[in-house]
T-cell receptor
Framework: AQSVAQPEDQVNVAEGNPLTVKCTYS??????LFWYVQYPNRGLQFLLK??????LVKGSYGFEAEFNKSQTSFHLKKPSALVSDSALYFC???????????FGTGTRLLVSP | SAVISQKPSRDICQRGTSLTIQCQVD?????MFWYRQQPGQSLTLIAT?????????ESGFVIDKFPISRPNLTFSTLTVSNMSPEDSSIYLC?????????????FGPGTRLTVL
């Protein structure tokens, strides 16, 4: 089955420190990968996606993600975390042959002042 | 990008009743989808709303329980029928404008449903 895994339920980081939210994938064919963020009582907001090309993808709010084919990973990163980055982050994959998204279980990011 | 609105934003319903959720996109889109997010859980695709034809349902979801309409390229509805407390979830609509698979899906704010 084509899927993504987010191994951490929660990530804690101090404001100003770099953050990483992990995602690994299992996809046959070319992997199309996405990151979304969900703030409390809000819908999902698109952050970035990897389709092809440069392995380092830059997105909204200073976030970036690195596609690593050998490790089948697509970790989300930010050089300096903000308290306002605290939210629920979802990694997603578009499976081969389907026009839909399969989401990971989500990782809650808590940034402390 | 597409701006998506949903109505209602939340509702509290009685067991056995039905609720219809509306999804409106500010531009014509090729694809529209309905997802469910149960409390504390990830998102699960319910169905793809196809314009001019019947929706395509994912495994575990059936048309009798979740009838979907898509009368045009900017609007869709999802009905949650004969509700039970297990249907308490956030229901999200999404839409895409570009090529399949590589396209970015944009999401509405969601409808928070509580069934008593």
């Amino acid at each position: 089955a084509q899927s993504v895994a987010q191994p951490e339920d929660q990530v804690n980081v101090a404001e100003g420190n770099p953050l990483t939210v992990k995602c690994t994938y299992s996809v046959s064919g070319n992997p199309y990968l996405f990151w979304y963020v969900q703030y409390p009582n809000r819908g999902l907001q698109f952050l970035l996606k990897y389709i092809t090309g440069d392995n380092l993808v830059k997105g909204s709010y200073g976030f970036e993600a690195e596609f690593n084919k050998s490790q089948t990973s697509f970790h989300l990163k930010k050089p300096s975390a903000l308290v306002s980055d605290s939210a629920l982050y979802f990694c997603a994959v578009s499976p081969t042959g389907f026009q839909k998204l399969v989401f990971g279980t989500g990782t809650r990011l808590l940034v402390s002042p | 990008s597409a701006v998506i609105s949903q109505k209602p934003s939340r509702d509290i319903c009685q067991r056995g009743t039905s609720l219809t959720i509306q999804c409106q996109v500010d531009s014509q889109v090729t694809m529209m989808f309905w997802y469910r997010q149960q409390p504390g859980q990830s998102l699960t695709l319910i169905a793809t709303a196809n314009q001019g034809s019947e929706a395509t349902y994912e495994s575990g979801f059936v048309i009798d329980k979740f009838p979907i309409s898509r009368p045009n390229l900017t609007f869709s509805t999802l009905t949650v029928s004969n509700m039970s407390p297990e249907d308490s979830s956030i229901y999200l609509c999404s839409a895409g404008t570009g090529p399949p698979r590589t396209d970015t899906q944009y999401f509405g704010p969601g409808t928070r449903l509580t069934v008593l």
